[in-house]
């Protein structure tokens, strides 16, 4: 779910009291912080991703996943490299968790951006790229990598668009990247942007916020009336919660 473009400046200034993690990834009162190391091996990848979503599990509404997705090193066109079919399923389970996740997901982006760290910026929620940013598509010997980054750019772009970059594997730089909506933002000042992000998307995430996530995943692929009683229960959900009831229970029933 991506309803803004640019986010309005930020209320107070930068979190304090992070906490640095053995993985690599830093969490505040808001905010759980993963930071991408695309030359690691797929199954600490995996790892590093799952930790992320345990972290983001156990806390209350209104976190933030913040997926930081630096310059990957050479070579990270080759993706995945030497792995087998297991590794490969675990670590499309470990992404398609993150996307599920009630927490909103930031994702800020520069340099090459491929392999890993295409996947979860394509299952992130709100998209910042440096101005260098140049998405890669993931290519072995010519041919792109038919993982589920193929899937999310078909649903996300379209049929004819996400078929020009499958087949033929050209690199996308930040303003063609803003222009197809694969990003929401560029800006010299990523800090400033993934800081202010955080405050805004913090204050409206939370499990209804997965809720309508899912019927917009959803909403390419179910006919009208298949999606009606998913749609149906969420508007209920949504009146009830505005009557001040909890979800669940009817505006004039105690929770």
């Not at 890669?136 to 750019?153: E, K, Q, S, T």
Request: a negative charge.
């Amino acid at each position: 779910m991506r309803t803004h473009d640019t986010p309005p400046p930020a209320e107070g200034g930068p979190a304090d009291g992070t906490a640095k993690h053995a993985n690599g990834g830093t969490s505040d009162g808001l905010c759980v912080t993963l930071q991408l190391d695309a030359g690691r091996p797929l199954p600490e990848l995996t790892a590093a991703v799952n930790d992320a979503c345990v972290r983001a599990e156990e806390r209350a509404d209104r976190s933030v996943v913040l997926l930081r997705l630096p310059d990957a090193p050479a070579g990270a066109r080759s993706w995945p490299g030497p792995v087998d079919i297991q590794q490969i399923n675990r670590w499309e389970r470990a992404v398609r968790r993150l996307e599920r996740l009630p927490a909103m997901g930031i994702a800020v982006a520069s340099g090459a951006c491929g392999g890993p760290a295409l996947d979860l910026l394509l299952v992130s929620d709100y998209r910042i790229g440096a101005p260098d940013l140049r998405l890669l598509a993931p290519v072995n010997d010519g041919h792109f990598w038919p993982g589920m980054a193929v899937y999310r750019i078909s649903r996300q772009l379209g049929a004819a668009r996400a078929r020009q970059i499958v087949l033929w594997g050209d690199d996308i730089d930040a303003g063609r990247a803003r222009e197809l909506g694969l990003i929401d933002q560029i800006t010299d000042d990523t800090e400033e942007a993934a800081h202010t992000a955080t405050v805004l998307m913090g204050r409206i995430s939370d499990r209804e916020l997965a809720v309508r996530r899912q019927l917009l995943l959803e909403a390419q692929s179910l006919e009208f009336d298949d999606a009606l009683g998913a749609h149906l229960a969420a508007c209920d959900r949504e009146l009830r919660r505005l009557a001040g009831a909890e979800p669940g229970h009817a505006a004039g029933e105690s929770a």
